[in-house]
């Protein structure tokens, strides 16, 4: 039996979907062809009709017989298959639903296995599959490919899409396909640590990208490209651009040796040993400062041997935590340890690395990365790290932060 995981399903609470059911309002007043795709018990339909009357012809796609209890509503019409394989030739004038969401790869790594076997053909038929895509972005693209002339899509999705660079062509298909509204709604899902947002797109040809807050107007770009979507305020603006360059044009970002590295170089052993020094992760690393002698990987490095994981762990740089949230975390590596993880920064002018870290380390700094990217994805990227604003005195080591 699939379970609710496997499939990538999360039940939507009642009041998310009336949320998401006063976002729309018909412009004509005949009948119209809703959709709700991976649909189980079609609790967006019914709360449609509900709302709506009965007059509206209702579709239903579903994948998973297990999962499928139809509704004894009018004029609705299911179909068993899988959305983003289904032939069908029909336009709709509303899509709405709560697609399922995850990364498809093996059981032992990832939660959607179930789809494995047709992630091939998903790539097939997607124009903005890219990287490790979660399978909520094919259903966003598939279901605005479905919208008639003047048709509105509105979805219940992860905010992951709004900043990764795996979503960066999804933007940018959503940027020419009309008007995006989205709202920041947060951890509403009961015991899923997942933050969403709601997405309306009204196809057009107009390029405006609306922010909110829950229903309070954030941000407006009236010709919006497909760039990250982030919390922007008049402070940030001008804070990024007063700085006459950014972490990114500075150093080269690069990250950590992963695990399956460490375990097949023949310098590294899953016991200590003379000359021997732990890999590092991020759990050694607070702000300014490293613990060089816990061992949290089990990976014991001969220390003359680690450059050959990593060339830049044979010198002294940055390291920069990955997974600490919308937060900077910095350290000066000064004893060239390995690390398992986390961004590491390489100059590539002559710049004053102790007090950029404590520059990054500052109350200022995370203000400005708590204000743009709030909890909207669980870990720091490279081009976040990149887009910080370095001021010239704190490069040069002038200003004492």
């Not at 905010?159 to 009309?178: I, N, P, V, Y």
Request: with cysteine.
């Amino acid at each position: 039996m699939k379970t609710k995981k496997a499939l990538g399903a999360v039940s939507t609470p009642p009041e998310v979907i009336r949320f998401m059911l006063s976002l729309f309002s018909p412009t004509k007043t005949d009948s119209l062809k809703v959709l709700e795709p991976a649909c189980g018990d079609a609790p967006f339909l019914q709360a449609f009709q509900e709302k709506f009357g009965d007059k509206h012809a209702l579709f239903g796609v579903e994948y998973d017989a297990e999962t499928l209890r139809p509704p004894a509503l009018p004029n609705f019409h299911f179909e068993q298959t899988d959305f983003l394989l289904w032939d069908d030739e029909r336009k709709f004038d509303l899509i709405l639903g709560n697609p399922p969401y995850g990364i498809i790869g093996d059981r032992s790594h990832y939660p959607i296995y179930t789809f494995k076997d047709m992630k091939a053909a998903y790539r097939q038929r997607s124009e903005t599959w890219h990287g490790k895509y979660n399978i909520y972005g094919a259903f966003i693209e598939q279901a605005v490919k479905r919208l008639g002339d003047a048709g509105e899509l509105i979805f219940v999705v992860p905010s992951t899409w709004m900043l990764l660079q795996d979503f960066k062509l999804l933007r940018k298909f959503l940027a020419e396909s009309g008007e995006l509204h989205v709202y920041y709604l947060g951890r509403i899902f009961p015991g899923v640590q997942v933050t969403a947002v709601v997405i309306h797109l009204k196809k057009s040809s107009c390029r405006t990208l609306r922010l909110y807050d829950e229903k309070t107007l954030w941000l407006e770009k009236n010709d919006y490209q497909g760039e990250m979507i982030r919390f922007e305020t008049g402070e940030t603006q001008k804070w990024e651009q007063s700085a006459s360059q950014t972490l990114g044009e500075l150093f080269d970002i690069f990250f950590a040796a992963r695990s399956p590295e460490f375990k097949k170089n023949p310098f590294v052993h899953d016991h200590q040993f003379i000359g021997a020094t732990p890999a590092l992760t991020g759990r050694n690393l607070s702000p300014g400062k490293i613990d060089y002698e816990t061992n949290h990987t089990n990976f014991w490095v001969k220390h003359s041997g680690a450059a050959t994981l990593r060339e830049f762990y044979g010198f002294a740089h940055i390291v920069i935590g990955h997974t600490k949230g919308a937060r900077v975390v910095a350290a000066y590596d000064e004893k060239c340890y390995p690390w398992r993880e986390e961004f590491h920064l390489v100059p590539k002018v002559n710049v004053h690395e102790r007090q950029i870290v404590e520059y990054l380390n500052s109350e200022q700094v995370q203000v400005h990365i708590k204000t743009l990217y709030r909890d909207l994805i669980p870990h720091l990227t490279r081009l976040q790290l990149a887009m910080i604003p370095i001021p010239d005195e704190v490069a040069s080591g002038i200003s004492q932060v």
